[in-house]
């Protein structure tokens, strides 16, 4: 059963990966496959600087605790986390601004 179960989430990944392969390759990229479930795209910055963009598929399963992985509660994590992150920033230039605005007195 774990076997046929790792074979099934294999072939998802695998058609995932060229899922994204041939979108990527219809809008005129090329994809290099760096391994089963990685794509790297040759890409150029701004200022002519050559990199690559990699793209991995994976399916996680949970944690070692033995709760599965949930996506919808990883992307509400995500959300919180980038919001107390936002908030802390606009604190922190607040602060400076304060502390600015009282040396220049």
């Known amino acids: 059963m774990?076997?046929?179960?790792?074979?099934?989430?294999?072939?998802?990944?695998?058609?995932?990966?060229?899922?994204?392969?041939?979108?990527i390759q219809r809008r005129g990229d090329e994809t290099l496959q760096t391994a089963s479930n990685?794509?790297?795209i040759p890409v150029v910055d701004a200022?002519?600087?050559?990199?690559?963009?990699?793209?991995?598929?994976?399916?996680?399963?949970?944690s070692r605790d033995g709760d599965a992985y949930d996506g919808y509660a990883a992307a509400e994590?995500?959300?919180?986390?980038?919001?107390t992150k936002r908030v802390k920033a606009l604190e922190r230039e607040r602060k400076s601004a304060e502390r600015k605005s009282k040396g220049s007195k």
């Open 2 to 23: 774990a076997s046929n179960v790792k074979q099934l989430r294999e072939a998802i990944k695998e058609e995932w990966v060229d899922f994204l392969s041939e979108v």
């Open 38 to 40: 990685e794509i790297a």
């Open 47 to 62: 200022e002519g600087g050559e990199h690559f963009v990699v793209l991995t598929v994976k399916i996680p399963t949970g």
């Open 77 to 83: 994590d995500y959300a919180i986390k980038c919001e």
